[in-house]
């Protein structure tokens, strides 16, 4: 047998035995690692999560209808301004 072939015979049988070697340790390190004050894990790891559970809702509004009114407002004078700042824009490029 070659001097080649038995060394990538050895290499493979070495790469095979650390693979498995491995491959026992991936879920103990990541137990050993979760510090004590970490939640419980899931008992189904597998499941979804629950995107259908929505949260109640809001006793009071996150912003009064006046602030909303006075945003809504201040947004449509922005809006107003740049269509104009816009139009001035273009009636001066085009002299």
């Known amino acids: 047998m070659p001097i080649d072939q038995m060394n990538r015979g050895l290499a493979a049988v070495v790469l095979l035995a650390s693979m498995m070697a491995l491959s026992g340790c991936s879920s103990t ?3 050993m ?3 004590a004050d970490a939640p419980a894990r899931a008992k189904d790891p597998s499941g979804y999560l629950p995107v259908h559970d ?8 996150m912003i009064k209808p006046a602030d909303q009114a006075k945003i809504e407002q201040e947004l449509i004078a922005a809006r107003e301004r740049q269509t104009q700042a816009q139009a001035q824009g273009s009636t001066q ?3």
């Not at 929505?54 to 509004?61: E, F, K, Q, T, V």
């Open 93 to 95: 490029s085009g002299k």
């Open 33 to 35: 690692a979760m510090p």
């Open 29 to 31: 390190i990541a137990d």
């Open 54 to 61: 929505l949260p109640p809702d809001r006793a009071d509004p």
